[in-house]
Protein backbone atom coordinates (compact mmCIF):
# COMPACT_ATOMS: atom_id res chain seq x y z
CA UNK A 1 0.00 0.00 0.00
CA UNK A 2 1.15 3.42 -0.66
CA UNK A 3 1.91 6.15 1.51
CA UNK A 4 -0.13 8.96 -0.26
CA UNK A 5 0.97 11.42 2.36
CA UNK A 6 4.64 11.12 2.14
CA UNK A 7 6.46 10.06 -1.39
CA UNK A 8 10.12 9.22 -1.42
CA UNK A 9 11.95 11.47 -2.96
CA UNK A 10 14.06 9.07 -5.27
CA UNK A 11 10.39 7.45 -6.85
CA UNK A 12 9.32 10.62 -7.05
CA UNK A 13 12.60 11.53 -9.74
CA UNK A 14 12.53 7.97 -10.67
CA UNK A 15 9.26 8.97 -12.48
CA UNK A 16 9.88 12.50 -13.84
CA UNK A 17 12.88 11.18 -15.66
CA UNK A 18 11.40 7.90 -16.76
CA UNK A 19 7.75 10.11 -18.13
CA UNK A 20 8.28 11.39 -22.09
CA UNK A 21 4.55 11.64 -22.52
CA UNK A 22 2.35 13.88 -20.08
CA UNK A 23 -1.61 13.88 -20.78
CA UNK A 24 -2.94 17.14 -19.06
CA UNK A 25 -6.66 16.70 -18.35
CA UNK A 26 -7.94 19.71 -17.53
CA UNK A 27 -5.18 22.06 -19.50
CA UNK A 28 -6.99 25.34 -20.16
CA UNK A 29 -6.19 27.88 -22.94
CA UNK A 30 -6.41 30.70 -20.14
CA UNK A 31 -2.90 32.23 -19.36
CA UNK A 32 -3.85 32.92 -16.06
CA UNK A 33 -4.97 29.38 -14.84
CA UNK A 34 -2.67 27.06 -13.40
CA UNK A 35 -2.49 24.16 -15.86
CA UNK A 36 -1.55 26.55 -18.44
CA UNK A 37 1.31 27.50 -16.63
CA UNK A 38 2.85 24.27 -15.43
CA UNK A 39 1.89 22.89 -19.44
CA UNK A 40 4.11 25.53 -20.51
CA UNK A 41 6.79 24.68 -17.76
CA UNK A 42 6.50 20.63 -18.77
CA UNK A 43 7.15 21.76 -22.25
CA UNK A 44 10.46 24.15 -21.90
CA UNK A 45 11.71 20.83 -19.85
CA UNK A 46 11.36 18.64 -22.90
CA UNK A 47 8.50 16.39 -22.58
CA UNK A 48 5.73 16.12 -25.10
CA UNK A 49 2.78 17.18 -23.44
CA UNK A 50 -0.79 16.90 -24.65
CA UNK A 51 -3.73 18.76 -23.32
CA UNK A 52 -6.66 17.39 -22.83
CA UNK A 53 -9.97 19.31 -22.14
CA UNK A 54 -13.24 18.75 -24.29
CA UNK A 55 -14.48 22.56 -24.29
CA UNK A 56 -11.06 23.66 -25.85
CA UNK A 57 -11.33 20.66 -28.86
CA UNK A 58 -9.70 23.07 -31.63
CA UNK A 59 -8.12 25.44 -29.66
CA UNK A 60 -4.35 25.13 -28.87
CA UNK A 61 -2.11 25.63 -25.85
CA UNK A 62 1.88 26.76 -26.37
CA UNK A 63 1.19 25.51 -29.77
CA UNK A 64 0.30 21.96 -28.86
CA UNK A 65 -3.76 21.05 -29.84
CA UNK A 66 -6.00 20.23 -27.56
CA UNK A 67 -7.88 16.74 -27.31
CA UNK A 68 -11.41 16.11 -26.46
CA UNK A 69 -10.36 12.81 -24.16
CA UNK A 70 -7.46 10.52 -23.48
CA UNK A 71 -8.29 8.23 -26.00
CA UNK A 72 -7.87 11.04 -28.85
CA UNK A 73 -4.07 11.55 -28.09
CA UNK A 74 -2.25 10.02 -30.58
CA UNK A 75 1.07 8.54 -29.22
CA UNK A 76 0.78 5.98 -25.56
CA UNK A 77 1.12 8.27 -22.88
CA UNK A 78 3.52 7.93 -19.56
CA UNK A 79 1.65 9.84 -16.93
CA UNK A 80 -1.79 11.69 -16.84
CA UNK A 81 -1.49 15.07 -14.73
CA UNK A 82 -4.87 15.48 -13.83
CA UNK A 83 -6.09 19.16 -13.34
CA UNK A 84 -9.66 18.77 -12.90
CA UNK A 85 -11.81 19.00 -9.37
CA UNK A 86 -11.37 15.66 -6.82
CA UNK A 87 -14.95 15.11 -7.99
CA UNK A 88 -14.23 14.84 -11.36
CA UNK A 89 -11.08 12.43 -10.94
CA UNK A 90 -12.96 8.49 -10.45
CA UNK A 91 -14.19 9.51 -13.82
CA UNK A 92 -10.93 10.50 -15.65
CA UNK A 93 -9.22 7.12 -13.79
CA UNK A 94 -12.03 4.90 -15.10
CA UNK A 95 -10.95 6.80 -18.73
CA UNK A 96 -7.06 6.19 -18.23
CA UNK A 97 -7.49 2.29 -17.47
CA UNK A 98 -9.34 2.01 -20.91
CA UNK A 99 -6.08 3.23 -22.67
CA UNK A 100 -4.25 0.92 -24.22
CA UNK A 101 -1.32 0.76 -23.11
CA UNK A 102 -1.86 1.94 -19.76
CA UNK A 103 0.19 5.07 -18.69
CA UNK A 104 2.35 4.11 -15.94
CA UNK A 105 1.56 7.42 -13.51
CA UNK A 106 -1.39 9.28 -12.28
CA UNK A 107 -0.59 11.97 -10.82
CA UNK A 108 -3.27 14.43 -9.09
CA UNK A 109 -2.28 18.22 -8.85
CA UNK A 110 -2.12 19.79 -5.64
CA UNK A 111 -5.29 20.03 -3.61
CA UNK A 112 -6.87 16.91 -5.52
CA UNK A 113 -7.02 13.76 -3.74
CA UNK A 114 -9.47 10.67 -4.10
CA UNK A 115 -8.13 7.25 -2.60
CA UNK A 116 -10.85 5.43 -4.35
CA UNK A 117 -9.58 6.39 -7.39
CA UNK A 118 -5.94 5.85 -6.64
CA UNK A 119 -6.46 2.07 -5.60
CA UNK A 120 -8.13 1.49 -8.58
CA UNK A 121 -5.56 2.38 -10.51
CA UNK A 122 -2.72 0.96 -8.54
CA UNK A 123 -4.71 -1.97 -8.90
CA UNK A 124 -4.20 -2.00 -12.26
CA UNK A 125 -0.54 -1.75 -12.30
CA UNK A 126 -0.47 2.39 -12.23
CA UNK A 127 1.65 4.42 -9.45
CA UNK A 128 -0.59 7.21 -7.97
CA UNK A 129 0.63 10.15 -7.32
CA UNK A 130 -2.11 12.89 -5.31
CA UNK A 131 -1.93 16.50 -3.97
CA UNK A 132 1.70 17.49 -5.52
CA UNK A 133 2.17 19.64 -8.28
CA UNK A 134 4.50 18.67 -11.04
CA UNK A 135 6.27 21.89 -12.00
CA UNK A 136 7.08 22.08 -8.25
CA UNK A 137 8.18 18.22 -7.48
CA UNK A 138 10.46 19.06 -10.81
CA UNK A 139 12.17 22.09 -10.13
CA UNK A 140 12.23 20.85 -6.06
CA UNK A 141 13.99 17.82 -6.88
CA UNK A 142 15.26 18.46 -10.52
CA UNK A 143 16.57 21.51 -9.97
Request: glycine share 8%; aromatic share 6%.
Amino acid sequence: MTDHENYRDDALIRILRETRTIAMVGASVNTARPSNGVLRFLLAKGYRVFPVNPGHVGKEIAGVPVFGRLADVPEAIDLVDIFRRPEAVGGVVDEVLRLHPLPKVIWMQLGIRDDAAAARAEAAGLTAIMNRCLKIEYSRLMG
